[in-house]
């Protein structure tokens, strides 16, 4: 029995001793045990993200939107002038010259004898100058509301006057050339060149009354401005007009009896859109 439980002992003590260690798993598990215990190294952090701020938008502008006055862009360097070559020619001939510039020369206006640039006023609405009308300010300040003028029937031969509103019809020219200009051309339109001439009030005929044109120095020019009949003269009258208001005179008609619109119109108002150019 005694050798029984010796032998029993052997083995419950063997199965509880624990197995040896090497010096391999020693190690390791002193490796574990200090780094464990050691403190890990971090690497410093990165640095914020720089804020990249995009510039204000830039508005359009323009000196129609601005208040302030932009300063005046430089002006362009005036050119050289032109010198003449004074040196002679390889033929020994005459010395040459450069270029020269030719510049237009401004009508002058020339009187027969007896006669000068002011005649006697014909009409209340005209001035003592040729071929010129007062303003409309000085129209109406001075109370001539209404133009007339002689007109004729080419049926019944009949003379009698015709009043024009000067306000309401120099209204209705200066929008329809307010309207038009740009498309005319400097070219009279149809209208103006064949205009409507209006009905005799005692046979009633229409398109058959004209106005009577007399000398040039007396037309009527306010007359036949507002009555739209200025077509009715005849080229050489038109010239006239536009000769002493120095304005271009040669052309076709259609040409000059755009200038005397215009320049009628000008008279009246001077500020209005009324530049023949």
């Known amino acids: 029995m005694s050798s029984k439980e010796d032998l029993h002992l052997e083995l419950s003590l063997s199965s509880c001793t624990p197995p040896p260690t090497t ?5 390791s598990s002193v490796s574990v045990s200090v780094s464990t215990q050691s403190p890990f190294k971090l690497s410093p952090p990165p640095p914020p993200p720089r804020c990249i701020t995009s510039p204000p938008p830039q508005h359009y502008q323009h000196h129609y939107f601005m208040t302030e006055a932009l ?6 360097p005036p050119p050289p002038p032109h010198h003449y070559n004074n040196t002679i020619n390889s033929s020994g001939g005459a010395p040459l010259r450069g270029p020269t510039t ?8 020339t ?12 009409y209340p609405w005209a001035t ?3 071929a010129t009308v ?10 001539i509301n209404m133009i007339s003028g002689e007109v004729q029937c080419k049926r019944c031969e009949k003379i009698y006057q015709i009043e024009y509103d000067l306000r309401e019809k120099f209204m209705e020219i200066a929008m329809f050339i307010t309207k038009n200009k740009s498309a005319m051309h400097h070219r009279a339109p149809a209208v103006w060149m064949n ?23 007396s037309l009527n020019w306010l007359f036949l401005l507002l009555g739209k009949m200025l077509g009715c003269c005849k080229l ?3 010239k006239y007009f536009c000769k002493h208001t120095k304005n271009h005179r040669t052309g076709a008609k259609d040409r000059v009896l755009y200038l005397t619109y215009l320049g009628l119109c000008k008279q009246l108002d001077p500020t209005g859109p009324f530049d023949a150019v």
């Open 195 to 217: 205009p409507n001439l209006p009905s005799c009030k005692f046979c009633g005929q229409n398109n058959c009354v004209r106005p009577l044109i007399d000398k040039k120095k």
């Open 111 to 122: 009187f027969k004898p007896g006669k000068t640039e002011t005649v006697d006023s014909p």
């Open 134 to 143: 007062h303003s409309l300010d000085y129209l109406i300040s001075n109370n």
């Open 71 to 76: 300063p005046p862009p430089p002006s362009s």
């Open 23 to 27: 010096t391999s798993s020693m190690a």
């Open 236 to 238: 050489e009258q038109l």
């Open 128 to 130: 003592t100058k040729r």
């Open 102 to 109: 030719r510049t237009r020369r401004s009508p002058v206006q």
